[in-house]
Every structure is written in C-alpha cells, then in structure tokens.
C-alpha cells in the first residue's frame, strides 16, 4: 500500500514510521510519502490560507494551492520525504500470527456507483465528515494508494474537494464529533487503523477477529500473568483449560460490557440463544 499526506506540518506525520507501520514499511507492505503542501505555494510568504468568503473568523485553505498539490500526487510527480522505518523489526517474533492461517485480504472495496476502482482513494479528514468506523478501515486496508488531504485553520476551500473528485475516490471523514486543530492527528488515527489490517501487518485474519467491532461488540477484559496481583484475582474461569468454558465467558464478557458502554450497538449484532439469555439475566429485553 502507498500513503501519501499532503500537510503544512509534515513532522507530525513522524510516528507513521514506528512500531507496527515501521515494520510494515520494513517488509515492504507500505511506503509513505509526506509532502510539505507550501511547496505549491506561489507568493513569496508561502501562505496557504486566505480570508474567508462571507466574512467570519478564521482563514481558509486556498484552492491555487490545494488543487495542484493534489493534481502532482495524484499524477506521482510530487516531490516527497519517504518515510524510512524507525527501527530494525524483521528478526522480532511476532505474537500476533495465529498458527495455520493464511494471510488474506478482506473481502470488499469502497467503490461507490460510477466511480473508477482504479482511482485512488482520497481522504479528507472533516469534523463535518462521515464518521470513519472499523467497517471503513476494512475496504481500505484493499487500497493500493491512498492520499490524505491535512486541513488546518476553518478547513479546505470547498472546491478543492469538488474537484478532486475528477481524479480520486473522495471521502471526507470525522473521526469524532469534537474538533481538533488540524488533519494531522486523524491521518494517524486512520492510518493505523486500515495499515494494521493489510494482510501480514498484524499476524493475519483470526488475528483481528476478536478485537472490539470485528463481530458488532466491544471486546471485554484481558489478564494477563500472575495469577493475583495486589488482591485481585484473575477470573477463575481463564486459568480451567476449559476452551469452550473460556470461550463462553469471553463472549458474555463482551456482551456485558456493551450493553454497559454502548448498548446502541446490540442493534447490529446477530444474537444467538445463549446470548439473549445472558442478556436478559443482565436485564437486557431488545
Ligand atoms: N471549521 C471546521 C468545522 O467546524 O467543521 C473545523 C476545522 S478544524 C479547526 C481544522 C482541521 O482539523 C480540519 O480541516 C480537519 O482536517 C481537522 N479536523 C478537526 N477535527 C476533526 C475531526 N473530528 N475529524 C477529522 N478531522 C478533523
């Protein structure tokens, strides 16, 4: 997978080049590219903003400046910093891969009606966005290139996004409802999410199947060694070597504590008899 991220601040884009995206970068699996956006500016100060258009407060980011920066990553023939893996990881073993299992890619890509596949994918982080989700994270952990667009001040000249749409697939995603200073911080947050999912990033398929949203819940508690630590006590039920007993308790777990701090997820969950009873024991009627 290519990213690329256009921004004003390209040393905030530096921890997509540690840990697991280091690696990535490392086995090949993912190169970055970070491009500083004032270098599409024309006027001697560099400025990539303007005042906006109806009044307000705040600037704006300039179409002259967003549209050819755009126009030259989508065409590869922007100047980049590459980003090079912090640290040397292929001869760490990894804990993540589950044994006999292949790693394959996920089903399904982010093609909407009359839009080309063969288009790259274009982000553009907005607290006015679609809210980005694990199923989001899935379609684009496909995507041979994707290409993030770093708001900062009151955001993008609209036009800009318009445009774009002649030579990208173009989202424009939240990762929440609050507002930050700048794209940056979202662009991380993505492409953590989508990057840990290319096959072989973090072990493979079976890898991710019980981390929270994979099947509609929240993943309940983990323990790990000694048994008890400053009285507390690890669930019993973990330490039986009973599988089926430990898988049991892993799915109650997990539908305990969504219906405790998300129970608008329960809608979406396909719920079997042995669920809905544990539920109900929890006071739970959906
Ligand atoms: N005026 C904009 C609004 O109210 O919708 C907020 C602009 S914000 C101060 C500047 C930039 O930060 C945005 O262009 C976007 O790139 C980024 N940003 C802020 N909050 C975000 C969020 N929740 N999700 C994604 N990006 C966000």
Redesign the pocket.
């Known amino acids: 997978m290519r990213l690329d991220v256009v921004t004003i601040f390209p040393e905030y884009l530096d921890p997509l080049r540690h840990a697991l995206l280091g690696k990535a970068i490392e086995q090949g699996r993912l190169s970055v590219g970070v491009h500083d956006l004032r270098g599409w500016a024309t006027d001697v100060h560099k400025s990539v903003d303007d005042s906006p258009f109806g009044g307000g407060p705040?600037m704006v980011m300039k179409p002259e400046v967003w549209g050819p920066a755009l126009d030259d990553v989508a065409a590869g023939t922007a100047a980049a910093t590459e980003l090079e893996s912090s640290l040397p990881h292929l001869a760490r073993p990894t804990h993540d891969d589950v044994e006999g299992v292949e790693a394959t890619p996920y089903e399904g890509r982010d093609v909407r009606e009359g839009e080309d596949p063969s288009l790259p994918l274009l982000i553009?982080?907005?607290?006015?966005?679609k809210p980005f989700a694990q199923p989001d994270a899935r379609a684009w952990s496909r995507e041979e290139h994707i290409v993030f667009a770093?708001?900062?001040?009151?955001?993008?000249d609209q036009r800009v996004v318009d445009d774009a749409a002649h030579r990208y697939r173009v989202r424009e995603?939240?990762?929440?409802?609050?507002?930050?200073?700048?794209?940056e911080v979202?662009v991380l947050v993505i492409a953590e999410a989508v990057v840990r999912l290319i096959p072989g990033v973090l072990g493979n398929k079976r890898s991710h199947e019980e981390d929270s949203f994979s099947d509609g819940l929240l993943e309940g508690p983990s323990y790990t060694k000694p048994r008890e630590w400053r009285g507390l006590e690890v669930p019993e039920v973990l330490t039986s070597g009973n599988h089926a007993l430990v898988d049991r308790w892993h799915r109650d777990q997990a539908l305990k504590r969504t219906l405790e701090r998300r129970p608008e997820l329960l809608e979406g969950v396909a719920l079997d008899k042995k669920d809905r009873a544990y539920l109900k024991e929890l006071g739970f009627e959906g």
């Not at 553009?124 to 966005?129: D, I």
């Not at 770093?150 to 993008?156: D, L, N, S, V």
């Not at 995603?173 to 794209?183: Q, T």
């Open positions: 705040g553009v982080p907005t607290p006015a966005g770093c708001g900062r001040y009151e955001g993008i995603v939240s990762i929440g409802d609050y507002v930050l200073i700048g794209g979202a």
